[in-house]
Structure formats: structure tokens, C-alpha cells
């Protein structure tokens, strides 16, 4: 039995739509068919009945979408809310049996026939309706039943009615108790089927397929559950060493025989009380045991040498050593996931020292556990969208006007850690390789701001974004999702791009250029300064750093020296922007010298982009 794929779920979920939106369509109909009814009984001259009853229907239908859509909506809390739910469709069946005996007790042939079909027409949605969302349909259909079967003994009793037409009457209600109990079979082995499916998946969702071990996942709950127990505790982090060159040189098979090998070998661990596949050749363990905490170093060993034992693999033996980092939970790292970083470094630095078992040591580890918390905070940031763009207005000194903005990427942290500049959190979204996303999110947010004007946005692009296959196409991609053209985009590239492959970047700047986009040179003068580059590069643009303005203001060569960069980029055809202007006097004195486009606090702050939707929820709040 397989986890619920993608597509199967969202069946699931259109089917629940649907069965909702039906339950809504139902409150409309329902209300209009008690009102006929009602004034059936009303015919007949039982108005309180009549009254009761009608407001027993409006309160039973009004209620019902509501608790239909938090059934849907709210898994946590679902089987409450299923008891609510059949008690409630089971009183509203009740109150339409009774409506049913009402009529049929008139006397009358045409209200009594009314009846029946409404009862019938009754009985036939609820069982049909909540066999589909999976209501038990017994309880939901035994009021029903209970009338019909008053309905055949009055029928019965009635001394005045053929004894052919009774055999009818009694041969109609056993055909639908056969009908119901057909409903009731299935709807029993669909909630057999329902609960073992779910059973599976719950069991594939904290199991490692392959070896059978607890998956990451698992291993996570269990070191919560045992952080909640209040106990001391230790974990480790294992690491197979040579494991990689042992899968390529031999294949994924023999890869596969040696993981399953050192997962038995964990589970008949004595030195360990639970052991969890974190994935790839990482394994981790739980030791809970107060013998085992007392003699930690000892226990560790003991799982080490356990480890490293050749195994005997269909190739022969196979030799492979271990790095495993514990931690200890204790005050200071209380919190699960600054445990597991914990162990993670403590591995990381027995790996360094050649394998075996190394332990967590804030006098030595602190540095590293305080990065990586930080890294795994960015990376939590960035899949949350917690990455915000933020627009900062370039001015064009010809026209006075703002025609292009650059977008900036900011954390806006929420989890109380220290607020990181671009420029500690953009080397790290490199090193993770989490750049793109940086970029793709900031653009979901930007483009809508230019989309349909004649704006244009300077976005910043690195060296490994520049250099990855999928680069463009993404980004063209996502322009025309946004319906926004290459023409509209400025790619600022820094002198990195050429310092790290020329040949290859060249061509993808050349196709960039071909296809719309403007190249232009960022930071120009903090880096090499090649001025080769700029003939090499297909450049539109040079923008000049904050440094040119700084030394321009303070010395006289720095003016100099400012004015002929300038002076240079008008004879190569480059227009040239200047970055960092602060002050009127600067901006007076850059535009004296005749570039294009300047760029500063002076000009506008980089502001983040709040969304509509956010504006509308802080004003209705
Ligand atoms: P940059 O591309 O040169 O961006 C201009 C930087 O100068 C911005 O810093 C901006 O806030 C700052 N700035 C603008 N006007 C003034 C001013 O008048 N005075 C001073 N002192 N600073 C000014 P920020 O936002 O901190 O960004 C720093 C660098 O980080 C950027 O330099 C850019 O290289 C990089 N960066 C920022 N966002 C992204 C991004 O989304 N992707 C990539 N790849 N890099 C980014
Ligand atoms: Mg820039
Ligand atoms: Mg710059």
C-alpha cells in the first residue's frame, strides 16, 4: 500500500469540495421543500407541529455547511467533529421521518403518498450523501427506517386496505432495508480500507523505506517526546566514512546491502536505545538508558567498534569507519533542533580529526552551533517566505524622474536572532545554494509593481546563479508569468562574473544581452577594476561604488580620479550611475560631471514592498 500521491490527494480534497459545496446546495432546497411541507401539515390543522418542526429544520440546515467546511478544513480535531456531525445529520433525518408520519397520518391518499415520497426522497439522499463522506449510515438512516416501518404496521393494521396492497407495502420496505444494509457493508469496508490506508501511511511517514530504521522525521518526535519527559538524554550523529567512493566504485546495490548492514547492526545495539536513518550514509541514535549516560564515553565506543566491523557484502568484505557526535541535552541546548545541530558539529569535527567519537563542547563548538543555528534559520526563512523584497529608487538626472528601482532582498526575522545584512545573508544563500530562490521569491514580489509601467528594475545576479543551466529559463519564465518584458530588466552583474569562467559566462551575458535584457556593471571599483573588462563584457552600464563618492568628498585626487572614470565611460558609449549619494552637495557635484543615473539615501531609502493584502488585513484590524 502506497502513501497518498500528490494527485490522489487533491481527488480527496475536489471530492470533500464537492461534497461540501452539495451540503450548501442542500440548506437552499431543503428550506424551500419544508416550507411546502409545512404548509401541507398546516392544511391539515396541526400548526404547533407545523412551527416545532420548521424551526427544528432551520436550525439542524443552517448549521450544517459550517460544521461540513470545518470538518474538512480542521484533521486535528476531526473526530470530534464527526460525532458532531452524525448526531447532527442523524437529527435532521429524525425530523424528517417525523414530517413523513405526519403526512401519512392525515388520512388523506395525496398527503399520505407526499409523505412516502418525502420519506423516501429522504432516505435516498442521507444514505447516499453520507455514505460519500463517509458518515456511519446506520445511525443516520434508522430514523428513517424506524417511520417507514410505522408507516407499513399503520398500513397493516388498517383493516380497510387489500391484503395485496399490504404484501406490497411490506415487500417495498424490505427492499429498502436490503438497500441499506448494501449501504452499510460498503460504507463498513470503505472505513476499513479508509483506516488501514491511513494506517500505512502514518507508518511510511516515520520509517525509512530502505532499512526499515526510524526516518529524520521519526527521530525528531522521539527526541521531542523524550525533551518533554524532562530526563537527561544524550544523542549521536553517525557518519559512515568512505561510503561515497564504495557507492560510485561499486553501484547503488552494494550501497544499499552496507546501509541495511549498519541499520541491523544499530537496531542490535546495547550501546543505543533507538536508532533513526537521517538519510544518505547518516544515521542517528537516542541513548536514554541512565547506565548508558553514566558511561557515555564508554557506550559511544562500544557503538563504534560496533560500526566499524568488515561487512560481509556480496563483494566480499567491505571496511568502512565512523564519525559519530553526541550531545547531551541540558540547559543549554534545550531546544531540539540546537541539540541536533549540536551533534551535527560534534560529528563534523570527529570527521575532521580522522572518524571515531567526539563530543559536544560549547568551549570549543560554540562558534560553529551559533552559524549553523543562524543558516538554519535562513534556510527556514527562505522556504517560508520570510525573504522580503525591498525597492530602492534610481533617478535619472536628465529628467529628474525615477524611472528604475533596484530590488534588494531582506530578513525580516521573526524569531527573535540578530537581523543579518544582504551582505552576511547573500554569501550564505550561495554557500546553501538557496541564491535562486532568493531571487525568485524577491521577483514574485517586484514584478507586480512594474508589471504594465514604464519602470524598470535592476536585479543583482552572482556568479553561480549566472553559471547554472536553468538560470534563464527560470527567470524568462517567471517575466512572462508576470507578463513583464527582458526590456524592463537590468541584470547587475559584479567583476566576479568574468574572474570566474570568461569563456562561459561571456556567452550567457552575450545571449542575455541579445535577448533584452541590459547588462551592467555593479560595484565597479571596489573589486579589480579591470578596465579591460570593460570592453570585454557586453555592458550597457557601469554603476560606480560608494567608495568613488567617499574619496571624491575627501580629496582632491579622488575627485580626479572620479571625474576621469566618468569621463571615460562617455567615450566607450557606457552610461554610468553612481551609488552612495548621501548629500545635495554630492549629487551637485556628480551631476556636474555628467553621468547618467544616481543612486542614494538621498534619492529614497531601499523600502520593502507591502503587499495589498497586507495592507488591507492591517487596516481592517
Ligand atoms: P549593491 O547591489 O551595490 O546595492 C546597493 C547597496 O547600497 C544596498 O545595500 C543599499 O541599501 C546600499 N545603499 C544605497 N544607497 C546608499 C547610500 O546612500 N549610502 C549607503 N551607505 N548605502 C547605500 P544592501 O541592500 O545592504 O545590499 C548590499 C549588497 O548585497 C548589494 O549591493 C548587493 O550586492 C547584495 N544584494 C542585496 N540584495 C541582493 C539580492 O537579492 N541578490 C543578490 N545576488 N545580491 C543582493
Ligand atoms: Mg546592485
Ligand atoms: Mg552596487
Not at 541536533?340 to 563542547?361: C, L, N, P, Q, Y
Not at 531582506?410 to 547573500?426: S, V
Not at 562617455?570 to 556636474?592: H, N, P, Q, W, Y
Amino acid at each position: 500500500m502506497a502513501i497518498l500521491s500528490a494527485s490522489q490527494l487533491e481527488k480527496e480534497f475536489r471530492a470533500a469540495q464537492t461534497v461540501a459545496r452539495r451540503l450548501e446546495g442542500d440548506l437552499y432546497t431543503r428550506v424551500g421543500a419544508s416550507v411546502l411541507t409545512a404548509g401541507m401539515i398546516t392544511w391539515s390543522g396541526m400548526v404547533t407541529v407545523a412551527l416545532i418542526w420548521m424551526a427544528c429544520i432551520f436550525v439542524n440546515e443552517i448549521i450544517e455547511p459550517s460544521v461540513v467546511r470545518q470538518l474538512l478544513r480542521n484533521n486535528e480535531a476531526s473526530k470530534k467533529r464527526l460525532a458532531l456531525y452524525t448526531l447532527h445529520i442523524t437529527s435532521g433525518s429524525a425530523i424528517w421521518a417525523g414530517a413523513g408520519v405526519a403526512l401519512w397520518v392525515t388520512g388523506d391518499p395525496a398527503i399520505m403518498t407526499l409523505g412516502a415520497v418525502l420519506l423516501l426522497g429522504t432516505l435516498m439522499h442521507v444514505t447516499l450523501i453520507y455514505a460519500v463522506s463517509k458518515i456511519l449510515v446506520v445511525s443516520v438512516s434508522s430514523p428513517l427506517i424506524i417511520a417507514m416501518g410505522i408507516m407499513a404496521l399503520l398500513v397493516v393494521a388498517d383493516d380497510g386496505i387489500a391484503t395485496r396492497d399490504k404484501t406490497i407495502v411490506i415487500f417495498s420496505v424490505l427492499i429498502l432495508l436490503a438497500y441499506l444494509v448494501m449501504l452499510l457493508l460498503t460504507n463498513m469496508e470503505t472505513q476499513d480500507e479508509m483506516a488501514k490506508l491511513s494506517e500505512d501511511n502514518a507508518r511510511l511517514a516515520r520509517e525509512d523505506t530502505l532499512t526499515k530504521l526510524a526516518n529524520r522525521r521519526h527521530f525528531v518526535e522521539k527526541i521531542k517526546i523524550t525533551q518533554a519527559r524532562d530526563e537527561a538524554f544524550a544523542i549521536a550523529f553517525i557518519d559512515l566514512d568512505r561510503f561515497k567512493p564504495l557507492n560510485d566504485e561499486h553501484g547503488h546495490a552494494i550501497g544499499d546491502e552496507v546501509l541495511k548492514a549498519i541499520a541491523n547492526r544499530l537496531k542490535a545495539s546495547q550501546a543505543i536505545d533507538f536508532a533513526a536513518r537521517l538519510g544518505g550514509d547518516e544515521f542517528g541514535a537516542l541513548i536514554t538508558a541512565p547506565a548508558k549516560l553514566d558511561n557515555l564515553g564508554e557506550a559511544l565506543n562500544e557503538l563504534s567498534e560496533g560500526l566499524v566491523i568488515p561487512i560481509a557484502a556480496s563483494i566480499g568484505p567491505v571496511s568502512l569507519g565512523a564519525s559519530i557526535g553526541c550531545a547531551c541535552a541540558d540547559e543549554s541546548l534545550s531546544d531540539h533542533s540546537k541539540l541536533m545541530h549540536a551533534a551535527d558539529i560534534a560529528m563534523i569535527r570527529a570527521k575532521s580529526e580522522g572518524g571515531g567519537v567526539a563530543t559536544f563542547d560549547a568551549s570549543i563548538d560554540a562558534g560553529m552551533l551559533e552559524f549553523a543555528e543562524v543558516e538554519s534559520a535562513f534556510r527556514a526563512a527562505v522556504i517560508s517566505g520570510q525573504i522580503k523584497a525591498a525597492l530602492q529608487p534610481i533617478k535619472c538626472v536628465r529628467s529628474q524622474a525615477i524611472k528604475k528601482y533596484e530590488l534588494l532582498a531582506r530578513w525580516e526575522r521573526n524569531d527573535g536572532g540578530r537581523a543579518l545584512t544582504p551582505d552576511e545573508f547573500i554569501p550564505m544563500a550561495e554557500r546553501l545554494g538557496l541564491l535562486n530562490q532568493v531571487l525568485w521569491s524577491t521577483l514574485d514580489q517586484a514584478l507586480p509593481e512594474i508589471r504594465g509601467t514604464e519602470l524598470t528594475l535592476a536585479i543583482n545576479i552572482s556568479p553561480s546563479q549566472l553559471l547554472s543551466a536553468q538560470f534563464f529559463a527560470k527567470l524568462n519564465s517567471i517575466l512572462r508569468t508576470h507578463i513583464v518584458p527582458a526590456s524592463q530588466i537590468e541584470l547587475e552583474i559584479t567583476e566576479q562574473i568574468a574572474v570566474r569562467n570568461d569563456k562561459e559566462n561571456l556567452a550567457h551575458l552575450e545571449r542575455a544581452s541579445e535577448s533584452g535584457f541590459s547588462i551592467v556593471l555593479d560595484d565597479f571599483g571596489t573589486g579589480y577594476s579591470s578596465i579591460s573588462l570593460l570592453d570585454q563584457l557586453p555592458l550597457d552600464k557601469v554603476k560606480l561604488d560608494h567608495s568613488f563618492i567617499r574619496s571624491a568628498m575627501e580629496t582632491d585626487h579622488g575627485r580626479k580620479l572620479l571625474s576621469a572614470i566618468v569621463g571615460l565611460l562617455k567615450r566607450m558609449d557606457l552610461r554610468c550611475c553612481i551609488e552612495g549619494i548621501e548629500t545635495a552637495e554630492t549629487e551637485a557635484f556628480v551631476t556636474s560631471l555628467g553621468c547618467e543615473e544616481v543612486q542614494g539615501y538621498l534619492i529614497g531609502r531601499p523600502e520593502i514592498i507591502r503587499s495589498k493584502c497586507e495592507w488591507s488585513t492591517l487596516i481592517a484590524v
